[in-house]
């Protein structure tokens, strides 16, 4: 079974420090990365995608792949209160797109 | 650009009831779209995958008699909830891909939020 793993936190990181989400998955023809942020009682919402090994910077969104290892992170520099929500790692090969459980981020101000 | 709209955001019907979701994708043509559905606290979980013009392709362990799925344009797919119970009681989210694209994005409606009494 194809499985994308998460810490479910809560990770809890005081403002303006860096907040470090990590994903692993199982599928290693794995093609496409992605991160998006869900708020309590919203709908995901995409906020980074990468597809090739290395690291991909989006403002204060850093999304870093390594294939080899089957390990996908993001870092959120700066984080701000307005960053706490759940964070899902979604990784696609071939058709299907599979979404790990999410990590709980929380910003303290 | 790839926005994803969902109708109604929210409903309440009573038990035994069909209630009717509408996805659309307004500013892009989708050949695939997908339905999720999520209990408080939980992760998402997907139903079904949805195609222009063929049948759905249902999760093991989603009714597909109870979860009717038509996908009968580009740009819409329907999710209609057959005689709801309480249990049914959920947020379902839809999910587009852009047609033609190669990278696998998904882009999500809002969300329904229903309420089966």
């Known amino acids: 079974q194809k499985e994308v793993e998460q810490n479910s936190g809560p990770l809890s990181v005081p403002e303006g420090a860096i907040a470090s989400l990590n994903c692993t998955y199982s599928d290693r023809v794995s093609q496409s990365f992605f991160w998006y942020r869900q708020y309590s009682g919203k709908s995901p919402e995409l906020i980074m995608s990468?597809?090739?090994?290395g690291d991909k910077e989006d403002g204060r969104f850093t999304a870093q792949l390594n294939k080899a290892s089957q390990y996908v992170s993001l870092l959120i520099r700066d984080s701000q209160p307005s960053d706490s929500a759940t964070y899902l790692c979604a990784v696609t090969g071939g058709f299907k797109t599979i979404f790990g459980a999410g990590t709980r981020l929380f910003v303290k101000a | 650009g790839a926005v994803v709209s969902q109708h109604p955001s929210w409903v309440i019907c009573k038990s035994g009831t069909s209630v009717k979701i509408e996805c659309r994708s307004l500013?892009?043509?989708?050949?695939?779209m997908f339905w999720y559905r999520q209990f408080p606290k939980q992760s998402l979980m997907l139903m079904a995958t949805?195609?222009?013009?063929?049948?759905?392709?249902?999760e093991q362990g989603v009714e597909k008699d109870k979860f009717l799925i038509n996908h009968a344009s580009l740009t819409l797919s329907t999710l209609t909830v057959t005689s709801a119970h309480p249990e049914d009681s959920s947020f379902y989210i839809c999910?587009?891909?852009?047609?033609?694209?190669?990278?696998?994005?998904?882009?999500f409606g809002p969300g329904t939020r229903l309420t089966v009494l």
């Open positions: 990468i597809y090739s090994n």
């Open positions: 949805s195609n222009e013009g063929s049948k759905a392709t249902y």
């Open positions: 999910s587009a891909r852009v047609a033609g694209q190669s990278y696998n994005e998904q882009f």
């Open positions: 500013d892009f043509q989708a050949t695939t």
